[in-house]
């Protein structure tokens, strides 16, 4: 029986994907509207996302295949949906992430704030998740968190070292065996004292071993704790970093491309720059209040201690060493290279292009030069498209061999040389290895889903048995989506969770409340999906990472 069990569970994705669908099958045959046929997608793809039967990204397949057979959609405009504007623009925001990756321009800024805020433990702390947060803003949670756990660990363990150092355990071992070195014979007439002196000392020895045995295990106690602390803080602060820029995490884009979807009137309310805007107080109000939270629990109420203010040799040694590993660190990144210049350029071009490309108290220069009829034609992903192709332009090095003089080059214009060709900034081999293809293939399901839900009717019938609701307040409306979400994305992944729920939604506050209250409640529901896995460590990449780490370190 046992071994049965074992075999079954072994191979429980296999049953679940042959029996999920035929026991679900009866909906669409008891009730052959197209209603039931488009709820029957969802439920199934709903429960294939929840208990990961398949990859995400193959469950997000589902429509090209299952909307056509039930005469929901054709396959022709089922297709379409899976690469829209938000896909483009989720590409070319991971194609400048991985641009900064490869050349380790996140590195050297994470390096060089860490050595501006100091190492005391608390500012230690809070420079790890600003670091994080900020890395997170522009390159994937799972990719700034790998990047900063073996940083926090060398600094870590380095502290840890100088604290065995500089520790009263270390003082005494290092006067114990002075006392062995002696070499000397004492006196006949000292013979006596000295014994005594031996035995005295031998005693003290013994208490103070006990004694001792005691402060390290308290040492070692209060450094694992600060460990956990620190670990903690990185991942937290990746996941609250996301929700800052709308292509900071994968949920934001889905929001974007379902709002445009449902709401095509909606005068582009949301894009990067007014998500900035919106989002960024937010996560930096929860990242000051993670930070307050994580140094209670694991440093502790002695916040003058925390600061570093007053303290002994010891901790002033401990402090010293661990800023000394960050600048050996920082030293070995070597001056910047021309490639990280580019980069930083281009970065920083990207962003001001998107701040001021419809800013919406002013005109922007989308509005003003790219425009017809008052409709702008450029959007978010034409800038990044655009600077990602320059990156595949630029090339990553100054071309030194034009500037060699003629006459050294004349006596080899005849020879077989070859001219060494500079590689770019960005190579299609480099993006291919490190772009997330099943996101874009995640997204393009959820339009899927939000198409097929408006063609089929479904939207609208969902709407209409939702709206006693409207007699419920906007706030405690809004409460209760953000816990049902929250505590349905403890079993599922944040996109999937985002890409599920948005539809059923819209079509709730689209029956209930206004255009205006629908786009405000529906950018509060995003931030739900994109920081609540704070609660769980298995469930987001960033917790992953972590407790690998945790786990290989026995932290």
């Given at each position: 029986m046992t071994t049965v069990w074992k075999v079954i569970v072994a191979h429980r994705n296999y049953l679940i994907a042959f029996l999920v669908p035929f026991l679900l099958l009866p909906l669409p045959l008891l009730v052959p509207t197209k209603e039931a046929k488009c709820g029957?997608?969802?439920?199934?793809?709903?429960?294939?996302?929840?208990?990961?039967?398949l990859p995400l990204g193959v469950t997000a397949l589902f429509p090209v295949v299952l909307f056509p057979l039930m005469n929901i959609m054709d396959s022709t405009s089922v297709c379409r949906?899976?690469?829209?504007?938000?896909?483009m623009l989720f590409i070319g925001g991971m194609m400048v992430a991985i641009a900064v990756e490869h050349w380790?321009?996140?590195?050297?800024?994470?390096?060089?704030v860490l050595l501006i805020i100091g190492v005391r433990p608390a500012l230690l702390i809070m420079g790890f998740m600003s670091v994080t947060a900020f890395l997170s803003m522009w390159i994937s949670n799972t990719a700034s968190t790998a990047m900063m756990i073996p940083i926090a660990q060398a600094v870590l363990k380095q502290l840890h070292k100088s604290e065995e150092e500089t520790s009263p355990v270390g003082h005494v071992a290092e006067s114990i065996n002075k006392a062995f070195e002696l070499q000397e014979v004492p006196d006949k007439s000292d013979a006596s004292q000295e014994t005594q002196k031996q035995d005295n000392r031998h005693v003290l020895t013994v208490e103070e071993e006990e004694k001792l045995k005691d402060v390290k295990q308290l040492e070692e106690e209060k450094h694992l704790t600060f460990c956990k602390g620190m670990s903690l803080s990185v991942c937290y602060a990746a996941s609250i970093g996301g929700i800052a820029t709308l292509t900071g995490t994968s949920p934001n884009l889905v929001m974007k491309g379902q709002m445009d979807q449902l709401f095509p009137t909606n005068d582009n309310v949301v894009n990067f720059a007014s998500w900035f805007m919106f989002a960024f107080p937010t996560a930096l109000l929860l990242l000051a209040l993670s930070w307050i939270w994580l140094q209670i629990m694991f440093l502790g109420f002695d916040f003058r201690k925390n600061f570093g203010c007053g303290g002994n040799a010891s901790m002033k040694a401990k402090q010293k060493m661990a800023y000394k590993i960050i600048k050996d660190e920082h030293k070995k990144l070597g001056p910047m290279r021309f490639a990280e210049i580019a980069v930083t350029v281009l970065f920083f071009l990207l962003v001001v292009l998107w701040f001021t490309r419809d800013p919406g108290f002013i005109p922007g220069w989308a509005t003003n030069v790219f425009s017809k009829n008052g409709e702008s034609y450029v959007t978010d992903a034409t800038v990044v498209i655009f600077i990602s192709l320059l990156m595949f332009l630029i090339p990553s090095e100054i071309p030194t061999y034009l500037c060699h003089n003629r006459a050294q080059q004349a006596p080899q214009q005849d020879s077989t040389r070859q001219i060494p060709v500079l590689p770019a900034l960005l190579d299609w081999k480099t993006v291919n290895?490190?772009?997330?293809w099943n996101i874009v293939i995640l997204l393009g399901g959820g339009f899927a889903l939000a198409k097929g839900s408006e063609e089929s009717g479904l939207s609208e019938w969902l709407g209409n048995k939702l709206t006693p609701l409207q007699n419920i307040s906007s706030p405690a409306i809004v409460l209760l989506l953000c816990l049902l979400v929250a505590t349905f994305t403890e079993c599922t992944s944040n996109v999937a969770t985002t890409t599920l729920f948005l539809p059923i939604l819209a079509s709730m506050v689209s029956a209930t409340f206004s255009d205006c209250f629908c786009r405000k409640s529906k950018r509060t529901f995003n931030h739900v999906p994109s920081t609540n896995q704070l609660l769980k460590n298995s469930n987001s990449q960033p917790q992953a990472c972590v407790l690998d780490h945790v786990i290989r370190f026995r932290i």
């Open positions: 029957y997608v969802i439920i199934l793809m709903a429960l294939f996302w929840c208990m990961e039967v949906e899976y690469l829209k504007d938000t896909n380790n321009l996140h590195k050297r800024i994470a390096l060089r290895q490190k772009m997330p």
